[in-house]
């Protein structure tokens, strides 16, 4: 499994989502930035996690995730996500190089 390089830190983080206030994109084909790990971690209940070999290419890997883990997405990589129990709840933290200039964007932004 893909983990996160030790020179980056925790930039910015989504609240926690649900069945009933999950943006649609997470259960769509997406991706994370350039140079952007995201941390899915899931809090309640269990999600699927489908990493893809490109945009509209094959499924790769299925990762099921479990109340108190997680799995990395790493930078520009395709995804979706799936609710495998009514009661899911998970939020994903993103993590940059830490003199990188989205990190520094978000932490003056949190500062304004």
Not at 87 to 93: R, S
């Amino acid at each position: 499994m893909t983990s996160i390089p030790q020179d980056y830190i925790n930039y910015k983080s989504t609240p926690q989502f649900t069945k009933t206030n999950i943006p649609k994109m997470f259960l769509h084909l997406h991706n994370t930035k350039a140079g952007v790990y995201g941390s899915i971690c899931v809090t309640k209940g269990r999600l699927k996690f489908f990493g893809f070999t490109e945009r509209r290419g094959e499924v790769e890997q299925e990762i099921i995730i479990a109340a108190n883990q997680s799995a990395i997405s790493p930078p520009e990589y395709w995804h979706k996500v799936e609710f495998l129990t009514d009661d899911t709840e998970f939020h994903v933290d993103f993590y940059a190089q830490k003199e990188s200039d989205i990190v520094k964007q978000n932490l003056s932004e949190r500062n304004d």
